[in-house]
């Protein structure tokens, strides 16, 4: 089994931008997005109209036929092409980290009495979450794997729950 180490990931994050446009009139979705968004670390502006974003943000989030105005050079995601909001926003994790195909992906798994998972495309961390229930875990693990499916490295790395002392 070959093992690579990877340093500077933890820090990667920070550098990156942190912001993304949303244009839509459905409050709910807003506010849903935005509060996902920032469990992330990702700033969300959200607005009516592209006219009104800033230059600075080159990822916009929008539903089907509420884009109004001029989109140059920006990246367009529709809520109706993802099967959930999780889904949205590890797509927008991985377009803001400079994600553009699946060439790997990697899967962290720590387990013991709280569970935690690192999720990894490209050598790159999309997002880490913490699971109290393996069921959960399970089944987001195997929907990782499966938007992911066309990646030609899939690894699962399993630590230890024993520990010396």
């Not at 590890?90 to 553009?100: D, F, N, P, S, T």
């Amino acid at each position: 089994m070959k093992l690579r180490v990877i340093k500077g990931l933890s820090h990667e994050f920070d550098r990156m931008k942190r912001v993304v446009g949303l244009v839509t009139m459905d409050m709910k979705f807003a506010s849903l997005f935005r509060e996902s968004m920032s469990k992330m670390g990702v700033k969300t502006i959200h607005t009516l109209s592209t006219d009104e974003l800033p230059f600075s943000v080159d990822v916009v989030v929008t539903k089907k036929g509420e884009l109004r105005g001029e989109i140059s050079n920006r990246k367009i995601l529709y809520l109706e092409d993802y099967r959930d909001l999780d889904e949205l926003a590890e797509k927008v994790l991985e377009i803001l980290k400079g994600v553009e195909s699946y060439r790997s992906i990697l899967i962290g798994i720590d387990p013991g009495k709280t569970i935690g998972v690192a999720f990894s495309v490209n050598y790159k961390i999309i997002r880490t979450l913490k699971y109290f229930h393996e069921e959960k875990m399970i089944e987001d693990v195997k929907a990782f794997i499966e938007r992911h499916r066309e990646a030609e490295e899939k690894i699962i790395v399993v630590g230890s729950t024993t520990t010396e002392g």
